[in-house]
Every structure is written in C-alpha cells, then in structure tokens.
C-alpha cells in the first residue's frame, strides 16, 4: 500500500486472542484478499478466499484474475513462499497483515500463513473516539453543554434528557458550536442533526436514565480545521490504548 494511502488510515493492532474471530469473519463472508509482494505493487491481485484453517491461521484461496501472469509479465510472484502482504474489507474497517504464501501445482490452490502483526483500519475522518472512563466529550450548543457518547471530524453523537427533545428536530442545523475532546475545544461551524432516537444515556451525575440520542454531522469546516480535529482524536485514541495496556500490564 502507498504511503500517502497511510496517513488515510488509523491503524489499531488486533490482540492474538482476537485475530482468529477476525480471520473466521472473513472466511465465513468469502470476503475478497487484496494481496501484493512487499516493496512491488505492482503484484498487487485479489483473491476469493476458499477455506480458513483456524489451527494454523491459513486461507486456502484462488485468484480472480486468470490475465494476472500475463499483466504483470512475470513468473507467478505468489507461487514463491515469499512474504506477501494483505488487505481486506469488514464491515466497515479494513484489515491489514502479511504472511508467507505457497501454491499447490495439482490443485492450482493458493495457501496464506497470517502468522505477521495483524491490524484493523478505519479512515481517520471517520475514526470515532468513544467517551469512557478515558475520554470526556461534550458538546456545547448555543451555551448549553451535552454529554458526548462519541466524536469523529465528522461528527458526534450526544445525549439529551427527554424534556430537551423538542430542541432538536431531524435536518436541523446549529451554528457555531464547538466540541471538547478532554478539555480541547474546537469552534463547529454547523452542527446539522442527522437522527434523533430514544435510549438509556448518562445523567450528569453518572446515573443511567431514559432520554435520547441525537446524532449530528459536522459541516462548514476547511480541511485545515477537520485534520485539527482528527489529529487530536486519534491522539487521544493513542492514548487509552496505552493506558489500556498499561492497566493490562500491571
């Protein structure tokens, strides 16, 4: 992958323990492998995944593409036991590794080891931040402060009680908001409301009680002030996966 396709992406590192629910996912979906031979895109083939071996973590897989050998005018760079790296699409996260890879003459049957660190990636823009017991998120609309549940450069959603429900209808737009992401402010210039439906949300004095979420959509922004954003949510995300590991460690 290049590396400006890299700084698209935030990258969080999948624990050993969930790498094989990833990789059953991905099996059980026949999702499509994006493979290339590292430091050579021009490699770069997809191939239909056939059969995960969950002991050894190995797709058995086939490629899409008969013309590949012919476009790339080379002997078959997957057929090698080289080191091959991967990409794939889940949901809504890409997942990247890499592994050794052989090719079965007889039964034209590609096999992948993903036996490399393993990564889930999602667009930074559309990376979330979650409030939790490491982040505090809030919301400030004409001088009235919600708590946030989460926040992207896109967007946030937040919590209301339900006598503040009349306060928001769908498609409305507030001007001139701003976020806090532990205690960094940045000004919003539109907030517009996207969906608005009842849920349990946490009161101000930490009690779970019936109200409401409201998603809404950043908009109004240059690039300059969304990477602002972005940079210190991710940041932040960094962060409480450190701590997390710290906690995890001690």
Known sequence: MAKEDNKKFYFTPIKKEDRILALRDL???????TLWKKSDEK???QFEIVALDENTGTFTLTRKEASFLERIGSQD????N??????SPLNRYQYFSSGRMSFDETKKLYFLRIDHDFYRAEQRQDFRLDSNEYNTIQLVIEDRIYIGIDASAGGTCIGIMLQEKGLFITDGVFQNC???INGKRFKIAEAQVVKIWDADIMSTDKRMVKGCKVGLKFSGMNEKEKEEICRHIIGEARKEDQA???QYEN
Not at 82 to 87: E, G, N
């Open 27 to 33: 099996a059980q979906k026949k999702e499509t492998l």
């Open 43 to 45: 490699t770069l083939a």
């Open 77 to 80: 760079p997957f057929a090698m």
């Open 82 to 87: 080289d080191l091959i790296l991967f990409k």
């Open 178 to 180: 701003h976020i806090s």
């Open 244 to 246: 997390r590991r710290d």
